[in-house]
């Protein structure tokens, strides 16, 4: 199975549907174990890019937050919350297709506090200097949720079965 051309023809479907031009196909094994296009316009979700839905539909029928084993094929390089969520399922590995340079003569998409150019430098500043308006309200009382998780974790801090470096 050819999985790059798989994911670039989910995403030309996709646009010719009126969506958005994005897609991502996740393997395992040699086959696919999930795929989607970005499904933002769609459904006016715009949490429903085509890397975060896939990574649902996957872990769901693997019946584990952790997709190790898999490689993720994107049409083009990840936006944050995607790649966050790349990150925090752990694939092998992630193909993507295409640069934010590359396509940018043809698609661009910022927002109010979030313009692809810059995001990656906003998201690294503390989170008093971003645009996006931010507060702390300190409350001890949410701390204990955590001391909550641990005791019923055993004491044990983090996530059983988790992949660590």
Known sequence: MDF??????LARQNVAEGGRPFATVIAKDGKILAESPNRVAQT????????ILAIRDACTKLGTEHLTGTTIYVLAHPCPMCLGSLYYCSPDEVVFLTTRDAYEPHYVDDRKYFELATFYDEFAKPWQ???LPMRHEERADAVDVYRFWQENNGGERRVTGAPTA
């Open 4 to 9: 790059v051309q798989r994911t670039i023809d």
């Open 44 to 51: 006016g979700d715009p949490t429903a890019h085509a890397e």
């Open 129 to 131: 200097d971003r645009r």
